[in-house]
């Protein structure tokens, strides 16, 4: 079992930024990738961006690509999202996700075993 906890969340004004945490604790051995999902009201949980838990390799959605970036502190285990630039469409719950299988992609919310309770992220116009 990984546990998940996210932190950072708030209000910010259009263009302004936010660093968001996740927090890993128990078997993050386990751990392959670790993936930052988020879901507005009345749509679907969408991919914004995972990292490779003993890889340098990072992955971004199109949408906050350029202006989000994914790191982690493998020996803190902790996982970091630096939100820029930030636009009223990124308003959203933002969760934390840990891929602890081989099978699947990154960009699949599926592939992911554990999450976080996510935090609100509000930008305002």
């Known amino acids: 079992q990984v546990q998940l906890v996210e932190s950072g969340g708030g209000l910010v004004q259009a263009g302004g930024s936010l660093r968001l945490s996740c927090a890993a604790s128990?078997?993050?051995?386990?751990?392959?990738?670790m993936g930052w999902f988020r879901q507005a009201p009345g749509k679907e949980r969408e991919f914004v961006a995972a990292?490779?838990?003993?890889?340098?390799?990072?992955y971004y959605s199109d949408s906050v690509k350029g202006r989000f970036t994914i790191s982690r502190d493998n020996a803190k285990n902790m996982v970091y999202l630096q939100m820029n630039s930030l636009k009223p469409e990124d308003t959203a719950v933002y969760y934390c996700?840990?891929?602890?299988?081989?099978?699947?992609?990154?960009?699949?919310?599926?592939?992911?075993?554990?999450w976080g309770q996510g935090t609100q992220v509000t930008v305002s116009s």
């Open positions: 990292i490779g838990w003993s890889t340098s390799n990072t």
């Open positions: 128990g078997r993050t051995f386990i751990t392959l990738t």
């Open positions: 996700a840990a891929k602890t299988v081989y099978s699947g992609s990154y960009l699949d919310r599926s592939s992911y075993n554990f």
